[in-house]
Protein backbone atom coordinates (compact mmCIF):
# COMPACT_ATOMS: atom_id res chain seq x y z
CA UNK A 1 0.00 0.00 0.00
CA UNK A 2 1.17 3.20 -1.02
CA UNK A 3 1.54 5.59 2.47
CA UNK A 4 2.29 9.05 3.59
CA UNK A 5 5.90 10.39 3.96
CA UNK A 6 6.96 13.68 5.11
CA UNK A 7 10.18 15.07 2.85
CA UNK A 8 12.01 17.29 5.87
CA UNK A 9 14.73 20.55 5.64
CA UNK A 10 15.35 24.20 5.46
CA UNK A 11 14.95 24.42 1.63
CA UNK A 12 17.15 28.09 1.70
CA UNK A 13 16.70 27.67 -0.95
CA UNK A 14 14.55 24.70 -2.38
CA UNK A 15 17.01 23.42 -5.50
CA UNK A 16 16.27 20.95 -8.39
CA UNK A 17 18.01 17.98 -6.41
CA UNK A 18 15.47 18.60 -3.79
CA UNK A 19 12.66 18.83 -6.37
CA UNK A 20 14.42 15.57 -7.60
CA UNK A 21 13.98 13.58 -4.77
CA UNK A 22 10.45 14.84 -3.78
CA UNK A 23 9.68 13.30 -7.39
CA UNK A 24 11.05 10.32 -6.43
CA UNK A 25 9.61 9.66 -3.31
CA UNK A 26 6.04 10.50 -5.14
CA UNK A 27 7.10 7.12 -7.16
CA UNK A 28 6.98 5.34 -3.84
CA UNK A 29 4.20 6.72 -1.89
CA UNK A 30 0.55 8.24 -2.40
CA UNK A 31 1.37 11.63 -0.90
CA UNK A 32 4.00 13.02 0.09
CA UNK A 33 4.34 16.46 2.91
CA UNK A 34 7.53 19.14 2.14
CA UNK A 35 7.96 19.75 5.90
CA UNK A 36 9.67 23.25 5.74
CA UNK A 37 11.84 23.57 9.39
CA UNK A 38 10.77 27.18 10.57
CA UNK A 39 13.33 27.16 13.55
CA UNK A 40 16.58 25.32 12.66
CA UNK A 41 20.08 26.02 13.75
CA UNK A 42 20.43 27.34 10.71
CA UNK A 43 20.15 31.25 9.81
CA UNK A 44 18.61 31.14 6.82
CA UNK A 45 18.76 33.96 3.24
CA UNK A 46 14.75 32.87 3.13
CA UNK A 47 11.79 33.94 5.63
CA UNK A 48 9.45 31.29 6.37
CA UNK A 49 7.23 32.53 4.08
CA UNK A 50 9.49 33.30 1.33
CA UNK A 51 10.83 29.64 1.49
CA UNK A 52 7.09 27.88 1.40
CA UNK A 53 6.14 30.25 -1.54
CA UNK A 54 8.88 29.16 -3.78
CA UNK A 55 8.30 25.44 -2.86
CA UNK A 56 3.76 25.67 -3.30
CA UNK A 57 4.92 27.50 -6.28
CA UNK A 58 7.54 25.25 -7.78
CA UNK A 59 5.18 21.92 -6.69
CA UNK A 60 1.80 23.29 -7.76
CA UNK A 61 1.94 20.87 -10.88
CA UNK A 62 3.35 18.09 -8.60
CA UNK A 63 0.53 15.98 -8.10
CA UNK A 64 0.31 13.82 -4.42
CA UNK A 65 2.91 16.89 -2.89
CA UNK A 66 1.81 19.66 -0.05
CA UNK A 67 3.82 21.99 1.85
CA UNK A 68 3.63 22.67 5.93
CA UNK A 69 5.85 24.54 8.06
CA UNK A 70 7.12 22.39 11.05
CA UNK A 71 6.60 25.82 14.12
CA UNK A 72 9.48 24.61 16.36
CA UNK A 73 9.18 21.11 17.67
CA UNK A 74 9.87 17.57 16.99
CA UNK A 75 10.06 16.23 13.45
CA UNK A 76 9.19 12.78 15.16
CA UNK A 77 6.11 14.20 16.70
CA UNK A 78 4.77 15.72 13.62
CA UNK A 79 5.51 12.22 11.67
CA UNK A 80 3.29 11.11 14.43
CA UNK A 81 0.44 13.65 14.16
CA UNK A 82 0.68 13.43 10.43
CA UNK A 83 0.87 9.48 10.23
CA UNK A 84 3.28 9.43 8.19
CA UNK A 85 5.38 6.38 7.68
CA UNK A 86 8.09 7.40 6.73
CA UNK A 87 10.78 10.47 6.40
CA UNK A 88 12.50 11.06 3.09
CA UNK A 89 15.63 12.49 3.06
CA UNK A 90 17.99 12.78 0.01
CA UNK A 91 21.57 11.74 0.43
CA UNK A 92 24.09 12.78 -2.52
CA UNK A 93 27.36 11.94 -0.74
CA UNK A 94 28.87 9.82 1.44
CA UNK A 95 29.69 12.38 3.83
CA UNK A 96 26.01 13.33 4.07
CA UNK A 97 25.76 10.23 5.49
CA UNK A 98 26.98 10.26 9.21
CA UNK A 99 24.59 13.30 10.01
CA UNK A 100 21.77 11.50 8.70
CA UNK A 101 22.37 7.90 10.03
CA UNK A 102 22.57 9.67 13.47
CA UNK A 103 19.33 12.11 12.78
CA UNK A 104 17.47 8.72 11.83
CA UNK A 105 18.33 6.59 14.86
CA UNK A 106 17.36 9.61 16.98
CA UNK A 107 14.04 10.01 15.44
CA UNK A 108 13.33 6.36 15.20
CA UNK A 109 14.01 6.39 18.98
CA UNK A 110 11.95 9.48 19.56
CA UNK A 111 9.02 7.46 16.73
CA UNK A 112 9.18 3.85 16.31
CA UNK A 113 6.58 4.25 13.89
CA UNK A 114 8.61 5.83 11.41
CA UNK A 115 11.43 4.83 8.98
CA UNK A 116 13.98 7.20 7.32
CA UNK A 117 14.15 6.56 4.27
CA UNK A 118 17.37 7.64 1.70
CA UNK A 119 17.00 8.33 -1.75
CA UNK A 120 19.84 9.82 -3.88
CA UNK A 121 19.36 12.35 -6.47
CA UNK A 122 19.57 12.22 -10.17
CA UNK A 123 23.69 12.32 -10.49
CA UNK A 124 23.73 15.54 -12.22
CA UNK A 125 22.70 17.23 -8.56
CA UNK A 126 25.03 15.21 -6.47
CA UNK A 127 27.40 18.33 -6.23
CA UNK A 128 24.33 20.72 -5.47
CA UNK A 129 23.84 22.30 -1.71
CA UNK A 130 21.93 25.26 -1.09
CA UNK A 131 24.73 26.71 1.01
CA UNK A 132 26.53 26.67 -2.84
CA UNK A 133 23.89 28.05 -4.33
CA UNK A 134 23.22 31.26 -1.97
CA UNK A 135 27.06 31.76 -2.14
CA UNK A 136 27.59 31.61 -5.80
CA UNK A 137 24.24 33.39 -6.47
CA UNK A 138 25.64 36.01 -4.19
CA UNK A 139 28.60 35.88 -6.63
CA UNK A 140 26.80 37.10 -9.70
CA UNK A 141 27.71 32.75 -10.87
CA UNK A 142 24.89 31.38 -13.39
CA UNK A 143 23.18 28.90 -10.69
CA UNK A 144 20.04 28.73 -13.30
CA UNK A 145 20.59 24.58 -13.91
CA UNK A 146 20.58 24.54 -9.94
CA UNK A 147 17.45 26.21 -9.54
CA UNK A 148 13.73 26.54 -11.13
CA UNK A 149 13.33 30.04 -12.58
CA UNK A 150 11.01 31.25 -9.64
CA UNK A 151 13.74 30.63 -7.28
CA UNK A 152 16.57 31.95 -9.37
CA UNK A 153 14.42 35.22 -9.47
CA UNK A 154 13.88 35.23 -5.76
CA UNK A 155 17.81 34.95 -5.17
CA UNK A 156 18.40 38.01 -7.87
CA UNK A 157 15.86 40.08 -6.14
CA UNK A 158 16.93 38.89 -2.54
CA UNK A 159 20.78 40.24 -3.55
CA UNK A 160 19.97 43.08 -5.15
CA UNK A 161 17.92 44.27 -2.07
CA UNK A 162 21.22 43.66 0.02
CA UNK A 163 23.50 45.32 -2.02
CA UNK A 164 20.55 47.84 -2.14
CA UNK A 165 20.91 48.35 2.32
O1 LIG B 1 17.81 20.67 5.27
P1 LIG B 1 18.41 20.38 6.60
O2 LIG B 1 18.86 21.67 7.26
O3 LIG B 1 19.50 19.35 6.55
O4 LIG B 1 17.23 19.77 7.51
C1 LIG B 1 17.42 19.44 8.86
C2 LIG B 1 16.05 19.13 9.52
C3 LIG B 1 15.13 20.32 9.37
C4 LIG B 1 15.44 17.92 8.86
C5 LIG B 1 16.33 18.82 11.03
O5 LIG B 1 17.07 19.85 11.62
C6 LIG B 1 15.03 18.62 11.80
O6 LIG B 1 14.41 17.57 11.70
N1 LIG B 1 14.59 19.66 12.55
C7 LIG B 1 13.37 19.62 13.33
C8 LIG B 1 13.67 19.50 14.84
C9 LIG B 1 14.02 18.07 15.21
O7 LIG B 1 13.21 17.17 15.21
N2 LIG B 1 15.33 17.88 15.51
C10 LIG B 1 15.86 16.58 15.88
C11 LIG B 1 16.27 15.76 14.66
S1 LIG B 1 16.89 14.17 15.12
Do not use: C, W
Not at 56 to 72: F, K, Q
Not at 130 to 157: N, T
Amino acid sequence: MKRLAIYPGTFDPFTNGHLDVLERALTIFERVVVVLAENGKKRTLFSVNERRDMIETITASVSGANVEVLHGGLLAEYARSAGAAAIVRGVRQVKDFEYEFQMSLLNRHLNPDVTTVFLMPNVKYTYVASSIIREVALLGGDVSKFVHPYVLGMLKQKFEEQREQ
